[in-house]
């Protein structure tokens, strides 16, 4: 069983940058791993995911501003966000899962998450 522990979150204007980390107890190799996030009265969003063996994808919503990439060597996976807009804030968690490679649009599929860490964009 892994742990997460997400940092980075915090409060931005709109058009800045944030970059999350997450930070797991054992290797992120053995994972396939992915940024969710959750609005107030929103369903939970999949924005990104990293297969075991490294293949991305991103939501139509983020496609161009976020890059999620991991670093074995420190067992962390990371989220930039550029150009950050007011409907990106949102809870962003971090999870992983066993398989090679989860569904972006089936978070549910994410068998470990962290506690969550909070991004707002102001106008």
């Known amino acids: 069983q892994v742990q997460l522990v997400e940092s980075g979150g915090g409060s931005v204007q709109a058009g800045g940058s944030l970059r999350l980390s997450c930070t797991a107890s054992?290797?992120?190799?053995?994972?396939?791993m992915g940024w969710i996030r959750q609005a107030p009265g929103k369903e939970r969003e999949g924005v990104a995911t990293?297969?075991?063996?490294?293949?991305?994808t991103y939501s139509d919503s983020v496609k161009g501003r976020f890059t999620i990439s991991r670093d074995n060597a420190k067992n962390t996976l990371y989220l930039q966000m550029n150009s950050l807009k007011p409907e990106d804030t949102a809870m962003y968690y971090c999870?992983?899962?066993?398989?090679?490679?989860?569904?972006?649009?089936?978070?549910?599929?994410?068998?470990?998450w962290g506690q969550g860490t909070q991004v707002t964009v102001s106008s």
């Open positions: 999870a992983a899962s066993n398989a090679l490679w989860v569904d972006r649009t089936r978070p549910t599929d994410f068998g470990y």
């Open positions: 054992g290797y992120t190799s053995r994972y396939s």
């Open positions: 990293i297969a075991r063996f490294g293949g991305t």
